[in-house]
Nanobody, 128 residues
Framework: QVQLVESGGGLVQAGGSLRLSCAAS????????MGWFRQAPGKEREFVAA????????TYARSAKDRFTISRDNAKNTVYLQMNNLKPEDTAVYYCAADWTQKSLSLSSDEEERYDYWGRGTQVTVSS
C-alpha cells in the first residue's frame, strides 16, 4: 500500500519561509513524477509544482515561480517544497501526489487527474 505523508506546515508571518516534506512508503518512487498541489478555503485544488523522477526536471505554477523550490531525495523517498517570501494568499492545505506512470514531466503534469496517489495534506497559514 502506497502512503504519502506530508509534514512541515504551520503558521508563519507574511515574508516568512516554510519547507514542506512528503515521505513516500510502500513502493519505490525513485523514477516517477511527484507533485505538490494546494487547496485554499472555498477554492478548488490547484497545481503548485512538479518534479521528474530524476529531479532534473521541474515545473511551477506562475504563483509559485521564483518563490518556491521543489526538490527530492530519492535515497530518502522524500520530496520537498521550499516556500519563501510567503504571502497570505498562499494559505491552503498543501498536498503531495505521485504519478506512477510517468518518469518525466509532461504538459499534463499540472493536472490532478495525472496523479494516482495523494497524501492527506498539511496546513499552511500565512498571516498578514
Amino acid at each position: 500500500q502506497v502512503q504519502l505523508v506530508e509534514s512541515g506546515g504551520g503558521l508563519v508571518q507574511a515574508g516568512g519561509s516554510l519547507r514542506l516534506s512528503c515521505a513516500a512508503s510502500g513502493r519505490s518512487f525513485r523514477s516517477i513524477v511527484m507533485g505538490w498541489f494546494r487547496q485554499a478555503p472555498g477554492k478548488e485544488r490547484e497545481f503548485v509544482a512538479a518534479i521528474s523522477g530524476s529531479g532534473s526536471g521541474k515545473t511551477y505554477a506562475r504563483s509559485a515561480k521564483d518563490r518556491f523550490t521543489i526538490s527530492r531525495d530519492n535515497a530518502k523517498n522524500t520530496v520537498y517544497l521550499q516556500m519563501n517570501n510567503l504571502k497570505p494568499e498562499d494559505t491552503a492545505v498543501y498536498y503531495c501526489a505521485a504519478d506512477w506512470t510517468q518518469k518525466s514531466l509532461s504538459l499534463s503534469s499540472d493536472e490532478e487527474e495525472r496523479y494516482d496517489y495523494w497524501g492527506r495534506g498539511t496546513q499552511v497559514t500565512v498571516s498578514s
